[in-house]
């Protein structure tokens, strides 16, 4: 079965401290993606990344970097420097296809505050 | 990245009436539209997933007469919840793609909120 699990259900950090966000997935698919979202108490979902099952590499975008580690199923992401205007709901996501057409597998969210 | 614009982004109905949600692709065709659902504080579940100009395979258990989809262009899906209830209240995000550019990420609309009186 596939499943995304966020076991981080809120946190709260101090303005310019460092937080990582876990994202645990299953999956028996070979090829997949995944997805990492913020979605601000406006509601709508704002993309930040997508990874496939073949790479790896880790990747860095300004203070927002993601660790994939496929031996681990692990998709983490990681805030340095963290800001107020950080604070939302982070859903990590596994897309995969399904009867020919590719899903979308929501983890349960973590709710991120930023504390000044 | 493209653009899916939802309309309303709110919405209040009474019990017993129905309310139409519209999302359209605003810079590109989008093949395959998804609608979600997502109760307060919870993850986005999806609800059915719709082709242009074919009927919409909706997810086990969601009523398909309940929520009527509609995807009669390649820039537009409708989501009309029927005979509205207030367990019906939630926020209903649409999701749109274009299979034929094989591009495996779905833009989403800014959702709309929900509320049934």
């Known amino acids: 079965a596939q499943k995304v699990t966020q076991a981080q259900t809120e946190i709260s950090v101090v303005e310019k401290e460092d937080v990582t966000l876990d994202c645990v997935y299953e999956t028996r698919d070979t090829t997949y993606y995944l997805f990492w979202y913020k979605q601000p108490p406006s509601g709508e979902l704002v993309f930040l990344i997508r990874r496939n099952s073949f790479d790896e590499q880790n990747e860095i975008s300004g203070r927002y970097s993601w660790n994939f580690q496929k031996s681990t199923s692990s998709f983490n992401f990681t805030i340095t420097a963290s800001q107020v205007v950080d604070s939302a709901v982070y859903f990590c996501?596994?897309?995969?296809?399904?009867?020919?057409?590719?899903?979308?597998?929501f983890g349960t969210g973590t709710r991120l505050k930023v504390l000044a | 990245g493209a653009v899916v614009s939802q309309h309303p982004s709110w919405v209040i109905c009474k019990s017993g009436t129905s309310v139409k949600i519209e999302c359209r692709s605003l810079?590109?065709?989008?093949?395959?539209m998804f609608w979600y659902r997502q109760f307060p504080k919870q993850s986005l579940m999806l609800m059915a997933t719709?082709?242009?100009?074919?009927?919409?395979?909706?997810e086990q258990g969601v009523e398909k007469d309940k929520f009527l989809i509609n995807h009669a262009s390649l820039t537009l899906s409708t989501l009309t919840v029927t005979s509205a209830h207030p367990e019906d209240s939630s926020f209903y995000i649409c999701?749109?793609?274009?299979?034929?550019?094989?591009?495996?990420?779905?833009?989403f609309g800014q959702g709309t909120r929900l509320t049934v009186v």
């Open positions: 996501a596994l897309s995969k296809v399904t009867s020919g057409t590719y899903k979308y597998i």
């Open positions: 810079d590109f065709q989008a093949t395959t």
């Open positions: 719709s082709n242009e100009g074919s009927k919409a395979t909706y």
């Open positions: 999701s749109a793609e274009d299979r034929r550019t094989m591009n495996t990420e779905a833009f």
